[in-house]
């Protein structure tokens, strides 16, 4: 497998951990029965999320690199911190 396609293989088994990692924690919510243990699993996730959404931006970025002009990648690196600015 070349190039691009471990890129995205990379980007799509990333998201499926995030998936298996929500469905871990709501398994775990349900299991503690309790607002105090799932607010602190939630608050677990609040600290994943945004790690593995840049891990994906990164992979996707270093796989576009190529083929985008530095301002376009500057760009896309504005949008990415804008997010977090607007989320905080």
Known sequence: ???????????????ILAGCIELAAAAL???????????RINALL????????LTVSSLGLVGLAASMSAGSIL???????LIFLAVR
């Open 75 to 81: 760009l896309v690196l504005l949008g990415v911190a």
């Open 1 to 15: 497998m070349a190039g691009p396609e471990r890129i995205v293989l990379g980007m799509a088994l990333l998201r």
């Open 46 to 53: 609040g600290l994943i999320g945004p790690l593995i959404f």
């Open 29 to 39: 919510m349900l299991r503690f029965n309790e607002v105090e243990a799932a607010f």
